[in-house]
């Protein structure tokens, strides 16, 4: 949500600020713009649209410096408009701003009163409006920074460019992520040290309360009062198979396809060459808790889900889930005994870092997965257990999906065995079923051209209907969101059982319902609202294995047959299908598939 990328370098930086630009594109902007000290001295161009339109503009009436900022702005205040792009700036100062203001008003106010006048409908302009309102008082750049930062409420990443100042960048964060690269051209920062790969040796991630100086050949760090920080730079490697679509249509093709290989990875990782249990697993408390909860957003929150059928199943854990947006405004008792576990692809995600800072605060024993190991999120919490996704590009989260349910699958396992819920030769079964799951992955992946069938079919619906028992309830969540991710369909889930209870309703010959249906104790009760949908004249897509589609043929208009595999897995396998479904429904229509209008990969605003 939002990108920043600026430099202080010894040669022109036009070039290297739009590719920065456009490394951070996969994070969801509606609008882009550059400021930096041209021979004019200080200069903008902003534009709506794509980075394509800045572009544009910019070999109309370009734009040449040394030291520059850059943003692709996903818009909350103000509508996503060229005036309301950034940087915003004055005669003497722009800025670059990610984050929410929450006492912008109150600073509007102020500022109206004393004669400055707002071009934005942003709480971001508050921010180099009041540095020029301290700068007319006869203050220096760094104390005009200094005072601000004291006035502002709420979470930002910050950097400014002073027209009298053509040599340097001032940079702060708080709540909100960035970080600065170092080259043999000068420094970098950017909201995401992946936009920084290629251009950068070393690395450091500003942390809250920081305020950075910045030259071509020279940092300095300091609190917002100017005490010095000592930040350490550590080393940056290029990862270069995760750079580019690799001859896929769209990186969330690619990323799905990558998922065998991110679960080996996973499982690498966490089983040691002897078959056991990686330390960092073993050592986890699992044994003295009486509760667990589960906290995150979106696709993290259904990875809960799942977990949460696995963990009071196998483990006899009782769980709860949380939606970390909710999780902080409620007082919650915390039992000694209790640990809550916080989940998020970015580890900077705004409410779920508010909830574990919120919990930690409370005393809780905290847990994140995170698959950004320096992330916020990472550093904050007693414990944490990498996801070993990779980089993942596409908006709509595919890998990091079932990296997640494979990580929360082995805690589970080790939680059984620490309550000896099972034995260990319980456990060294399931986990050879799980060392299954990267060739089953690659088998399904190999056989899609029914799901591209379907997918033909079900593109010109309007609303799409999903449905799942037990285990396969968040597996329901989670395709229905994935569809209206990317395809704009409106879809929805329930548990099946539900269906009497009000959405059967919805069902009619226009309705396209996805039943999500494994083979086990719940498929005869599945099999029943099936045939609720079909004596209602709903279009019927069947997800189960070939002995219950073939029970199901008279009722079903579609079947996706599903390899055998042990219960167990069923959640990390039955997920790929419906990622391949929403995919090839959005391909069909058209849609922006890696980045789908209003969305942002990184949520970091609350």
């Known amino acids: 949500m939002c990108g920043i990328y600026a430099g202080v370098t010894n040669h022109s930086i036009t070039t290297h600020l739009i590719d920065g630009l456009n490394a951070l594109s996969y994070r969801g902007y509606d609008s882009a713009g550059i400021a930096l000290i041209s021979k004019q001295g200080l200069e903008r161009r902003r534009a709506k649209g794509k ?18 900022i850059a943003h692709t702005r996903w818009a909350t205040h103000g509508k996503p408009e060229c005036r309301n792009a950034h940087p915003h700036m004055t005669l003497e100062v722009a800025v670059a701003h990610n984050g929410i203001i929450e006492n912008y008003a109150e600073l509007r106010k102020e500022l109206e009163a004393c004669g400055f006048g707002f071009e934005s409908e942003t709480d971001s302009e508050t921010i180099p409006l009041l540095i020029t309102c301290y700068l007319h008082k006869g203050m220096t750049q760094c104390e005009a920074i200094q005072n601000t930062l004291a006035r502002l409420e709420g979470s930002f990443a910050i950097v400014a460019l002073f027209d009298n100042c053509p040599d340097q960048l001032f940079a702060a ?24 790969i290629d251009k950068s040796d070393a690395i450091c991630h500003m942390q809250d309360g920081d305020l950075a100086r910045i030259t ?20 940056s490697y290029a990862i270069s198979e995760e750079q580019g679509k690799q001859g896929y249509r769209h990186y969330m093709l690619k990323e799905i396809y990558q998922q065998p290989a991110v679960i080996q990875q996973t499982l690498d990782h966490y089983l040691q060459e002897d078959g056991t249990l990686h330390p960092d697993l073993k050592s986890l408390p699992m044994e003295s808790l009486c509760r667990l909860s589960i906290v995150a957003c979106g696709t993290s929150s259904y990875a809960g889900v799942v977990a949460k059928y696995w963990m009071e199943e196998i483990a006899g ?12 405004y409620r007082n919650t008792p915390y039992p000694p005994q209790q640990m809550a576990l916080f989940i998020s692809q970015s580890g900077e995600t705004a409410d779920t870092l508010a909830a574990l800072r919120h919990a930690s605060k409370g005393g809780q024993q905290t847990l994140s997965l995170v698959n950004v190991t320096n992330s916020s999120m ?23 999906f079932t990296a997640q349910l494979a990580t929360l699958l082995l805690l589970t396992l080790v939680t059984a065995r620490s309550n000896r819920q099972i ?49 396969a309830y968040p597996l329901a969540l989670e395709g229905a969101l994935k569809l209206k991710e990317i395809s704009y369909i409106h879809a929805q889930a329930y548990p099946a059982g539900e269906l009497k209870h009000g959405p059967i309703a919805l069902i009619d010959e226009r309705m396209p319902v996805i ?34 589609i073939d029970q199901a043929a008279d009722f079903t208009d579609t079947a996706i047959v599903m390899p055998e595999m042990d219960a167990l897995i069923q959640p990390l396998l039955y997920t790929l299908p419906l990622q391949l479904l929403a995919y090839y429904v959005a391909l069909y229509k058209g849609t922006d598939i890696d980045q789908p209008r209003n969305l942002a990969k990184s949520v970091t605003v609350e």
């Open 173 to 196: 964060r708080q709540g909100s992520p960035l970080v600065i690269g170092h080259s043999d051209a000068g420094f970098y920062l950017s909201s995401d040290e992946n936009a920084l």
């Open 378 to 400: 990472a550093s904050e919490s007693d414990r944490m257990l990498p996801l070993l996704a990779g980089q993942e590009i596409g908006v709509a989260s595919t890998k990091a």
């Open 423 to 471: 034995t260990q030769l319980q456990l060294q079964q399931h986990l050879n079923t799980l060392n299954t799951v990267p060739r089953l992955m690659d088998d399904l992946l190999n056989q899609t051209d029914t799901i591209r069938n379907t997918a033909q079919q079900l593109y010109r619906s309007e609303h799409a209907t999903y449905l799942g028992r037990g285990i």
């Open 515 to 548: 039943i999500i249906a494994p083979p086990g104790p719940l498929f005869s009760k599945t099999l029943s609202n099936l045939r609720e949908v079909h004596a209602r004249g709903g279009n019927i897509i069947l997800l189960s294995n070939q002995a219950g």
């Open 216 to 235: 071509h050949n020279r940092l300095i760090i300091t609190d917002f009062e100017g005490n010095i920080r000592k930040r350490v730079m550590t080393p």
């Open 317 to 328: 854990l009782p769980v709860d889930i949380d939606i970390a947006s909710e999780y902080r």
């Open 51 to 68: 980075l394509d339109n800045l572009t544009g503009l910019l070999k109309q009436t370009p734009l040449e410096g040394k030291v520059g």
